[in-house]
């Protein structure tokens, strides 16, 4: 078989190899450019650079607006009831409902008024939400920890329209060409490429996983795509399990392609494919990454790249999305990009008040700091939307789970809620008692496709059967929102049980199983459809709204120091179990000791 590089074009251009700066041309450079052996001068590089830690706008808890939300949730928020509202504001819906590109959002059975919305702008206003915003579409460095711009918003912009425009068209063209061209291979039988694999973990695995799944029925060309991320080799082997390594693509996505558990399973990988009769390494293996000098220490000659500015978790749109456009095709990923960048349009341009990343991001605030909400819950209406909320998790909780300001002040204030969810309607048959019922307030966000999938109509007894189901689906999730916010008081339980003989006292205490209490906020999304557009444009509204969070914080969403103590204890420890027989580290605490010695023993 022809090797798949054979037709691809070079390499991505990763800007000047010695200060990695894509706006340096060499001679422009200060920076000499044997650096990048120099480890000093790479470290230095990535120190905070003082532009990033000098925040504009006043800390969130320190703004009159906060004294205000306090004094407003004290009068009107904490005792909100949501019936009343609705009764007293017979233009609730309209009030509270907005539109953004491919998303309406109804925010009306949420625990706010007309005034905690203009308060909670005010609060934005104060804190500098939007001087952040446009220092980050700038590209100044306001990932300041790791020196370093935020800029994915650049990856989905037209030709010209962003910093950067020049490399990440490049990018883009080769990898869409490249995509093209194995597809047209596909369809003429000269390639034999079923399958695709993509390795990666965190930001190099959910975006993609996610939007795969969402996508499925525009799947092109009937290619296979499937996702391993787990070090737990049993991840690997299920996703092999009955493939033809001459029938394989390996994508080894990895932006930094040091990560452990990639690596791993991309030696694993490789180990497999040559126990399988492959020989054309390079013919079957690409790399998505920023480091494309480890990917060709691999043996990797096609390798997609990207930048330090695009965060792991802010990659879908990178070259770490060579799976979503091998799976739906290069004109599909463009309307993905197209619908990203019309939201972040929106982010930019629509009036604060109808702005709807902005809103839910204060929103986020207002339940977080004031109600004192600690975790909301994602259920999307649609089976295709299943890996949302592990998206969203590493996107919201990695990006806000901080406890210091961006100047590494400690916060006197809460910031990430846990996110988590399910779609519906399995969800209703799993958590959503303690939704109802349970003691804490969870906010929900319920996401509604209004129509089914291409092809689910009534032009075959199948697709009208499904099309039914699909109306069941719609009038689940807002039943749900509904008895959330309604609920049902103990005399509506006992009058429903009235004329069924039970013993009055049994009945009164049946009763107040049967009571919900009801006022349980949440928000309500309709997507028209679950096309590539309206996909990118939902994931880019989940972005700028975490950005809006982590800005009222003050933090820096960028960074992930969290995740590095874990790594490095890993490491430690590994030894101890491939030395097996060994005696056990001494210096490990007794928990962690008499827990390895069980493991070893
Ligand atoms: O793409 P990489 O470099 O393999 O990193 C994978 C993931 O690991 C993390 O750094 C966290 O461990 C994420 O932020 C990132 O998405």
């Known amino acids: 078989m022809p090797a798949l590089s054979d037709t691809t074009p070079r390499p991505a251009r990763l800007g000047c190899a010695g200060c990695h700066d894509l706006r340096c041309r060499g001679g422009a450079c200060e920076t000499p450019h044997d650096a990048s052996t120099d ?180 799947v092109d060309r009937g290619l296979d795509v499937r996702f391993v991320s787990n070090v737990d080799g049993h991840d690997l082997q299920a996703a092999l399990r009955g493939m033809d390594a001459r029938e394989t693509l390996f994508v080894i996505a990895s932006k930094t392609f040091t990560t452990q558990e990639t690596m791993a399973n991309a030696v694993a990988a490789k180990a497999w494919f040559d126990a399988g009769g492959g020989t054309d390494v390079a013919g079957h293996f690409v790399a998505t990454t920023s480091n494309v000098e480890a990917a060709a220490r691999f043996g990797i000659t096609t390798t997609f790249g990207f930048w330090d500015w695009v965060g792991g978790r802010y990659s879908l749109w990178s070259a770490i999305g060579l799976p979503i456009a091998l799976a739906i095709g290069s004109a599909r990923f463009r309307e993905l990009l197209a619908g990203a960048h019309a939201m972040d349009r929106h982010f930019t341009e629509a009036p604060a008040d109808r702005n709807v990343p902005l809103l839910l991001g204060l929103l986020d605030v207002w339940y977080r700091n004031f109600h004192g909400f600690a975790s909301r819950s994602v259920a999307p209406y649609h089976q295709g939307l299943a890996r949302l909320p592990a998206f969203l998790q590493q996107l919201e909780m990695e990006s806000n789970g901080k406890r210091v300001d961006a100047s590494g002040a400690a916060l006197p204030y809460e910031t990430s809620p846990v996110v988590w969810g399910e779609p519906g309607t399995n969800a209703q048959h799993a958590y959503f008692q303690m939704l109802h019922q349970g003691t804490d307030v969870v906010p929900v966000e319920f996401i509604l496709v209004k129509q089914p999938a291409p092809g689910v109509d009534g032009s075959t007894p199948l697709g009208a059967q499904l099309a039914r189901q699909h109306r069941m689906l719609l009038s689940n999730g807002l039943a749900q929102a509904q008895a959330l916010m309604l609920g049902k008081t103990a005399e509506q339980a006992l009058e429903e049980r009235a004329g069924t003989g039970g013993a009055a006292e049994a009945e009164q205490v049946l009763a107040r199983h049967r009571t919900f209490p009801g006022n349980r906020p949440s928000s309500t999304f309709v997507l028209d459809a679950l096309t590539p557009r309206a996909l990118g444009a939902l994931v880019a509204l989940y972005e700028h709204r975490v950005f809006t969070s982590g800005a009222v914080w003050r933090i820096n969403s960028f960074d992930q120091w969290g995740v590095e103590l874990g790594k490095t204890l890993s490491a430690a420890l590994l030894p101890a179990f491939e030395q097996r027989g060994g005696p056990l580290p001494a210096h490990l605490d007794p928990s962690t000791r008499g827990l390895l010695g069980r493991l070893l023993g």
């Open 39 to 218: 480890p000093e001068r790479r470290r230095a590089r990535r120190l905070p650079s003082r532009r990033g830690v000098r925040l504009s706008g006043l800390r969130c808890d320190r703004t009159l607006a906060w004294a205000t939300l306090q004094g407003h949730y004290a009068a009107h928020g904490r005792d909100l009831d949501l019936r009343e509202a609705f009764a007293r504001d017979p233009q609730r819906f309209e009030a509270l409902s907005f539109e953004a590109p491919e998303v309406f959002v109804d925010l009306s059975k949420n625990l706010v008024d007309t005034a905690t919305l203009q308060f909670l702008l005010e609060l934005a206003r104060e804190c500098g939400v939007a001087e952040r915003r446009d220092a980050m579409l700038r590209g100044d460095t306001i990932n300041a920890t790791e020196g370093r711009a935020v800029l994915h918003t650049a990856l989905r912009a037209p030709p010209g329209s962003a910093p950067f425009s020049a490399d990440v068209h490049g990018v883009l063209d080769a990898m869409l060409g490249w995509v093209d061209a194995l597809h047209a291979r596909i369809a003429d039988g000269s390639s034999p490429i079923r399958h695709v694999v993509n390795i990666g973990i965190g930001g190099s695995d959910l975006g993609p996983q996610m939007v795969v799944g969402a996508l499925e029925p525009y």
